[in-house]
């Protein structure tokens, strides 16, 4: 009987210590807390990310939250000054170097960059220092209406320079505008500017007043719509899609729009390079991952940062939605290197843009007053409201206070 008791005793006492165990280990696991931007569609593939890096890393929990996008960067901006903040934050580069501005983020070794494409992480740096990682981004094609092409008996341009020449032969031989250019919506004057070598500091150089000219020519000659100097993305889809413009720059997600809402424009669309202009470069747009410098757990949130950028979940991320990779190798698959229809023609075209890319264009601070400061003399300039060299000189001005 004693020998009995005295074994459940030892039972017991090992089952405690066990208990004990498990409670603690489960106590002992860093939460790391992940905001994401409007992320829940794709809740399948985020949760088995997730649950696959717990797995392999038990000492580790996720929770992760998402966060809507019209409020990402309010509550980021007040929990990256509070005393808690997420581990964890997906945000856009232009808010990205606010914070880096601010001294509010975490400084990222250039060491664990090995895995992304070079073009992207030189794009991400602020003052010579990386605050952030990327994680997925979209680099803009060429749509075109081939049988609009073909009527005009004109070949595809190239620069801006060779759409300017393409225009006239195309309104004269279909009656459709070149393209409608959305040039004073956010950034898309400067992102052009940016492929001749000008930027906020030298906007009002000679460059910078013949691609202003440029736009200006077109304008006035009825070569784009006169909407030009208000409409939006939107609206230059819809042109697009009633057969009013032969070109549409955009990602290769708006196929699939073309597709759905004007399928007789869409047997009779193509897709080729984005314009480019005197450097020869390409545009992208890319989102990315910080780390706030007040976090509690930096070095884990950096370990799922990169486990969530890795070759598989970037290659399966792509297949699930209409982005590019930054994983250098996951861009060399043959999802990113080969095509068989219009749609992955795209996504070809778009992933080798991305190894030409600089210089890419560097966030100003303000860049929303930015923004609108310069949309604005676009439209001054376009509707001829003074000469084009004393609009941007008070462009220069006027940005140089902003500083």
């Given at each position: 009987m004693k020998n009995l008791f005295l074994k459940i005793t030892v039972l017991l006492f090992v089952f405690c210590l066990a208990f004990m165990f498990v409670f603690r280990k489960r106590n002992n696991q860093d939460e790391i807390i992940f905001w994401t931007l409007q992320m829940n569609d794709f809740a399948p593939y985020m949760q088995?990310?997730?649950?696959?890096?717990?797995?392999?890393?038990?000492?580790?929990?996720?929770?992760?939250?998402?966060?809507?996008?019209?409020?990402?960067?309010?509550?980021?901006?007040?929990?990256?000054?509070?005393?808690n903040p997420p581990d964890l934050i997906n945000l856009n580069p232009d808010f990205s170097a606010l914070l880096a501005q601010r001294g509010a983020l975490y400084e990222i070794d250039e060491q664990y960059t090995v895995q992304y494409n070079k073009s992207v992480i030189n794009s991400l740096k602020?003052?010579?220092?990386?605050?952030?990682?990327?994680?997925?981004?979209?680099?803009?094609?060429t749509i075109y209406n081939?049988?609009?092409?073909?009527?005009?008996?004109v070949s595809i341009p190239s620069t801006y320079e060779d759409l300017l020449l393409t225009a006239p032969?195309?309104?004269?031989?279909?009656?459709?505008?070149?393209?409608?250019?959305?040039?004073?919506?956010?950034?898309?004057?400067?992102?052009?500017?940016?492929?001749?070598g000008v930027s906020p500091s030298n906007i009002n150089s000679d460059k910078s007043v013949r691609v202003f000219e440029l736009f200006k020519k077109l304008y006035e000659k009825d070569l784009i719509p006169k909407e030009s100097v208000t409409q939006t993305h939107r609206e230059a889809l819809?042109?697009?899609?009633?057969?009013?413009?032969?070109?549409?720059?955009?990602?290769?997600n708006f196929l699939t729009m073309i597709k759905e809402n004007?399928?007789?424009?869409?047997?009779?669309?193509?897709?080729?390079?984005?314009?480019?202009?005197?450097?020869?470069?390409?545009?992208?747009?890319?989102?990315?991952?910080v780390i706030p410098l007040r976090a509690k757990h930096k070095e884990d949130a950096l370990k799922f940062a990169l486990y969530l950028t890795n070759f598989e979940n970037q290659l399966e991320f792509a297949k699930l939605a209409n982005i590019l990779a930054v994983n250098q190798k996951t861009l060399e698959d043959d999802f990113y290197t080969t095509y068989d229809d219009?749609?992955?023609?795209?996504?070809?075209?778009?992933?080798?843009?991305?190894?030409?890319?600089?210089?890419?264009?560097?966030?100003?601070?303000?860049?929303?007053?930015?923004?609108?400061?310069?949309?604005?003399?676009?439209?001054?300039?376009l509707l001829n409201k003074n000469t084009t060299e004393k609009i941007l000189d008070d462009v220069f001005m006027k940005l140089k206070s902003l500083d």
């Open positions: 088995k990310v997730i649950n696959n890096f717990e797995r392999e890393n038990p000492d580790i929990k996720i929770k992760w939250i998402d966060v809507p996008f019209s409020e990402g960067e309010k509550r980021t901006l007040a929990s990256v000054l509070s005393d602020y003052n010579g220092k990386l605050y952030s990682l990327p994680w997925y981004a979209t680099s803009a094609v081939k049988d609009l092409l073909a009527k005009s008996n032969k195309i309104k004269e031989k279909t009656g459709a505008y070149v393209i409608l250019p959305n040039i004073t919506e956010n950034d898309t004057m400067l992102r052009i500017l940016n492929k001749y819809e042109k697009y899609m009633a057969e009013q413009t032969v070109f549409f720059q955009a990602g290769a004007a399928p007789s424009t869409y047997e009779h669309t193509a897709v080729a390079p984005q314009f480019t202009g005197e450097l020869g470069q390409y545009d992208f747009s890319l989102m990315n991952l219009i749609m992955s023609q795209a996504r070809v075209i778009s992933a080798k843009q991305l190894n030409k890319t600089e210089p890419a264009m560097k966030t100003s601070r303000n860049q929303k007053e930015v923004n609108t400061v310069v949309n604005t003399a676009v439209q001054q300039i």
